[in-house]
């Protein structure tokens, strides 16, 4: 046919309808020209279009609703972020915390940098004595009585405040033996204190065996002291006695032994 298409342009020449057909090889051959241009407009297509997958086009726009929320990001500045952040964890902490007790509080004792609860467990019958020995040895503390053994409750519950409270009233009141169980982010321990020293750990669950019911309710934040008060435990404050009123209790408590030997607490 390339031979005769001068030839169409002829008036003289016959239409021939045969010659206006195209050959099975030249349909197939045109048909994969018309693929070849698709596939290539739509390669040309998809690199213009490229912005709005996500890229950013030369002159620095965004081309999709994605990109526009991409570009509010990246104009959070970096205390924006830490303000949010804060707040995420000011309302998720606002669950979890007190706030008669305080933020501050509450976050040390849920990291464990201040004890929840630590007491100290004694054999000591009287509340009003256990005071006077923890005011002598400079310790703030409320003391529970109990006919199994006075219970001190420790106020100060900064770092290792509970164990320093340990070894003063056990170097302080010489041969006195005590526990001292605490609560540090929900993790309890137990040891007895001998002159100044840990001497032995215990697990919690065997401290429990032999101590009042309010200790284990205690250390598992189930009481409170103020609770304790209302139901008429006998509570007796250390801060409440001067060294003088302290010496004057253990006093009252002691008596000499037979034969004027030595001397013994009650």
């Keep these: ?35 070849q241009e698709f596939a290539d407009d739509a390669s040309s297509a998809g690199a213009t279009e490229q912005p709005e997958s996500g890229t950013t086009p030369e002159n620095g726009t965004a081309g999709t609703d994605e990109n526009d ?10 205390d924006d972020a830490a303000f949010s952040v ?67 409750v420790l106020k100060n519950l900064d770092g290792d405040g509970p164990e320093a409270a340990a070894k003063d009233l056990t170097t302080v009141v010489s041969g006195m033996a005590v526990i001292l169980a605490v609560n540090r982010a929900d993790k309890l321990e137990a040891s007895m204190y001998v002159q100044g020293e840990a001497v032995q750990t215990f697990a919690p669950p065997v401290l429990f065996t032999s101590t009042p019911r309010f200790v284990e309710d205690m250390m598992l934040s189930i009481v409170t002291l103020g609770q304790l008060k209302t139901q008429g435990f006998e509570v007796v404050d250390s801060a409440g006695f001067t060294h003088d009123q302290a010496m004057q209790v253990l006093a009252n408590h002691t008596k000499r032994g037979r034969g004027g030997r030595g001397s013994r607490i009650e």
């Design 69 to 78: 929320a991409n570009g509010d990001t990246a104009g959070v500045t970096s």
């Design 86 to 152: 804060a707040d995420a964890v000011n309302e998720a902490m606002a669950d979890v915390v007190d706030p008669s007790d305080g933020f501050d509080n509450e976050l040390a004792g849920l990291l464990g940098n201040k004890a929840k609860v630590a007491l100290l467990v004694t054999r000591v019958a009287s509340a009003e004595l256990l005071a006077a020995f923890c005011q002598l040895s400079d310790i703030s503390a409320e003391c529970i009585g109990s006919n199994q053994g006075a219970v001190a």
């Design 1 to 35: 046919m390339t031979g005769d298409n001068n030839g169409l342009n002829d008036p003289d020449r016959d239409f021939d309808p045969d010659e206006s057909h195209f050959s099975d090889e030249e349909l197939e051959a045109a048909l994969a020209g018309f693929e």
